[in-house]
């Protein structure tokens, strides 16, 4: 698997999203993708109670730990390289967690209009 370049949505070097809990595609902390992502799993969001309860609703219990996969489960507060898909069915329902722009891989505006995603930038003065 081929790494695509580490940019951000807004065109810099793509900053690490979280190493505590370790995320990403490659589990090496940034939102980085490849071709073999089929999630896109390129979106830094910032985890709520409310996402993480939509994000269950729909398959995808993400504050469960499970141990035999590495994975200590998410809390409010914790950052995570989301599946842009994701994010964006989230949005629409209304229950979109913030996120990083600086940390959110180019990868992400195949499926998220920038401007949409800037609407709940963490990481924007």
């Known amino acids: 698997m081929t790494k695509y370049e580490s940019v951000n949505v807004l065109g810099d070097p793509l900053r690490g999203c979280s190493d505590d809990p370790v995320t990403g595609y490659f589990r090496d902390g940034s939102c980085n993708t490849c071709q073999e992502d089929a999630g896109s799993h390129t979106v830094c969001a910032e985890m709520t109670a409310e996402f993480l309860k939509f994000s269950r609703s729909r398959g995808n219990d993400l504050s469960t730990p499970r141990p ?57 003065s």
Do not use: M, S
Request: aromatic letters at 10%; glycine letters at 8%.
């Open 68 to 124: 035999e996969f590495g994975f200590p489960g998410l809390k409010p507060g914790d950052r995570w390289c989301l599946c842009a898909a994701r994010w964006l069915e989230a949005y629409q329902a209304g229950a979109a967690p913030r996120v990083h722009l600086t940390r959110t891989h180019i990868r992400a505006l195949d499926i998220v209009p920038l401007a949409t995603l800037r609407e709940f930038a963490r990481d924007l």
